[in-house]
């Protein structure tokens, strides 16, 4: 019966490419034949783009359509009712029967719905049907609908409705009883790198008959397999690269205050924490204040980013930090009981919920490349301003004066100090810097996650762990670490589970440094 249907719809398709205004018959048939002549007129009605017709066919999917003897009935709300074919009124009367829709004709409606979307103008409408045409070919393909969607093909169509309606042919085309067609799907389909193809080559491959076409299939399964296996690991390698990045961002600041000032600031978390809300703060202002400037709040949210906790960490330097220069655990307790603090602070000011920081448009969605691979657009983002904030922070230390200065402090600060340098200004100028560097992180965090008073506490230890692994004082160490860290844990969770990978990595660092306590790169020579 499959060619049957096939022959229908070619021949329907014939007629559809004149004028068509549907008839008693077709209607009666589409109201109340059986499956095959139903689909056969859906189909031609579809292609023909008669407006009674598409009419009659949207009434059978909201089930509004009555049958009265030889007459097909469209039903409204109310309850009144018009001739299908004609448009007059017509009262049903009690021996009207309510045409019956099974679910394969429901399928079929939904596809010819879809692709008279495809013969309009509006690119948005063209992939939405595109998409849901192909999706209804990977589920059950039918060979019937081919000469429909060879149609649209021939129109003019949105690049991506294209491709999509493409790969729904060719689906479609593994169930058609010509043995070429066959052949030349599977050939066609090997090409591509969509996950979605696999259980319907799987299940082609199981039922087909032909040797040569089992042998493309097989072809065609060894080829997706092998570009699926490659698209998995570079999502790993994107996804390890991203979480490294995050790491850079939030382990930076502490490079500065940790590994070049020696202190150890337990409330840098909070840091991070207090640029993630400036971020909202600004946010919260251009929807306000600016509706029509909201794509660009998050340029304007990076310098308050970087103010808010510069400000905040000059604030705990010049107040409680300069007295304790030199005794690490009086700083370490002093800067917990900080961070406590300002964890409480914004409870207190914000509440304990988490707020939504919302993403511009510029870095809403996702690229598709090798058919599976699927990067967003905001860890792309993240990733390149990572990337500008490490040339940043190179260049301000190896190139400026400020830079000078604090490597001068940090080597000697005695010399420093006879040479004229005001070290105090220059101590809390460093842990501002830091400080403004885990605002930004903050900032670039709450792009990808919701921003609560709890923020920080997830990325002091991995922050520190970073700066150690790297090496004390090291700016190269640190981005080493991090996206060493943010790779290996991402490869080790596709092996082993997220915790299992967490406690990997822990026990690894702590290897490392038992065995090199300088960390990757150590100071050498008079440095040392």
């Not at 319907?200 to 065609?220: R, W």
């Not at 998995?232 to 500065?256: D, H, K, V």
Request: with cysteine.
């Amino acid at each position: 019966m499959r060619w049957l249907r096939t022959c229908l719809a070619l021949l329907c398709l014939i007629g559809a490419t004149s004028a068509h205004a549907l008839t008693p018959a077709e209607a009666l048939t589409l109201a109340a034949g059986d499956s095959d002549e139903r689909i056969a007129t859906l189909n031609l009605l579809a292609a023909a783009g008669d407006e009674k017709g598409l009419a009659l066919i949207q009434a059978l999917s909201n089930g509004a359509v009555k049958v009265q003897g030889e007459q097909v009935l469209v039903v409204a709300d109310d309850g009144s009712a018009v001739d299908a074919v004609t448009g007059a009124a017509v009262t049903p009367s009690e021996t009207a029967e309510d045409a019956v829709v099974n679910n394969r004709l429901r399928s079929a409606i939904e596809t010819a719905l879809a692709t008279r979307d495809l013969f309009g103008s509006d690119a948005a409408l063209q992939r939405a049907a595109a998409a849901l045409l192909q999706r209804a070919a990977f589920d059950e393909p039918d060979a019937s609908q081919l000469p429909l969607v060879d149609k649209a093909l021939t129109g003019a169509l949105d690049p991506k409705a294209r491709a999509l309606l493409e790969l729904a042919k060719a689906a479609m085309q593994l169930a058609s009883d010509d043995e070429g067609q066959r052949l030349a799907a599977a050939q066609a389909l090997g090409s591509r790198g969509d996950p979605a193809l696999r259980p319907l080559l799987a299940a082609q491959l199981e039922a087909e008959s032909s040797a040569d076409v089992k042998a493309a299939l097989g072809a065609a399964l060894s080829s997706l397999d092998r570009k699926l296996a490659v698209a998995s690991g570079l999502s790993q390698a994107f996804t390890g690269i991203s979480l490294g990045s995050i790491l850079l961002l939030a382990a930076l600041g502490l490079a500065i205050t940790y590994g070049l000032m020696g202190v150890i600031n337990m409330a840098h978390g909070e840091l991070i924490m207090i640029g993630a809300y400036a971020t909202w703060l600004v946010q919260a202002f251009f929807k306000t204040y600016l509706p029509d400037w909201f794509d660009g709040y998050l340029l304007a949210a990076l310098p308050v980013a970087f103010i808010a906790s510069a400000l905040v960490g000059a604030a705990m330097e010049r107040s409680v930090i300069r007295f304790l220069y030199g005794r690490p655990l009086e700083t370490l307790l002093a800067t917990w009981g900080i961070s406590l603090v300002l964890m409480q602070g914004v409870r207190s000011l914000f509440g304990a919920q988490n707020v939504g920081v919302e993403n511009p448009s510029w870095m809403s969605g996702s690229v598709t490349l090798m058919g599976s691979l699927t990067l967003p657009w905001n860890r792309i983002v993240i990733i390149a301003f990572a990337a500008a904030v490490l040339i940043g922070v190179t260049l301000l230390i190896s190139k400026t004066r400020l830079g000078l200065f604090v490597r001068g402090v940090t080597q000697n600060r005695p010399i420093a100090s006879c040479m004229g340098v005001n070290t105090a200004r220059i101590d809390t100028y460093a842990f501002a810097l830091g400080s403004g560097i885990a605002g930004l992180a903050g900032c670039a965090l709450s792009q990808i996650g919701n921003v609560g008073p709890d923020l920080g506490q997830n990325y002091i230890v991995d922050s520190f762990m970073v700066v150690v692994l790297g090496g004390v004082g090291q700016l190269a160490g640190t981005v080493y670490a991090a996206l060493g860290l943010g790779l290996f844990n991402k490869f080790l969770e596709g092996w082993a589970g997220a915790v299992l990978a967490k406690i990997a990595v822990l026990v690894f660092i702590i290897v490392f440094i038992q065995k090199r306590p300088q960390g990757i790169f150590a100071f050498k020579g008079r440095e040392a």
